[in-house]
Nanobody, 125 residues
């Protein structure tokens, strides 16, 4: 387990923007990938976006393509999720995640080895 600490959640009106950040403690995870998942009220946790620590490979859920951007700062061990054009259906608890070492890009909760504590994002119409 790698400690992951998220920040940046909050409340915003539809069409607004928020930026989430996640800091990973420690080192030695260059072969891992980082991801963001979310859990809407009453629903299961779902994939949002992922990025490799090494290289520039990224992947996004279809529902957020063109609106969300995942990025990283390898020096600061930090991953960001820039969320633009937010919609009420984006309301959820957002979780930072680090993949298990064998996973290229985690698109399923079963591919995750470490989770952050979660941060609430609320989008009002």
């Amino acid at each position: 387990q790698v400690p992951l600490v998220e920040s940046g959640g909050g409340s915003v009106q539809a069409g607004g923007s928020l930026r989430l950040s996640c800091v990973a403690s420690g080192r030695g995870f260059s072969n891992n990938a980082m991801g963001w998942f979310r859990q809407p009220p009453g629903k299961e946790r779902e994939f949002v976006a992922a990025i490799r620590w090494s290289g520039d490979s990224t992947t996004y859920a279809d529902s957020v393509k063109g609106r969300f951007t995942i990025s990283k700062d390898n020096v600061k061990n930090t991953v960001h999720l820039q969320m633009n054009s937010l919609k009420p259906e984006d309301t959820a608890v957002y979780y930072c995640a680090m993949s298990r070492a064998s996973i290229f890009l985690p698109r399923s909760p079963s591919m995750v080895g470490s989770w952050g504590q979660g941060t609430q994002v609320t989008v009002s119409s």
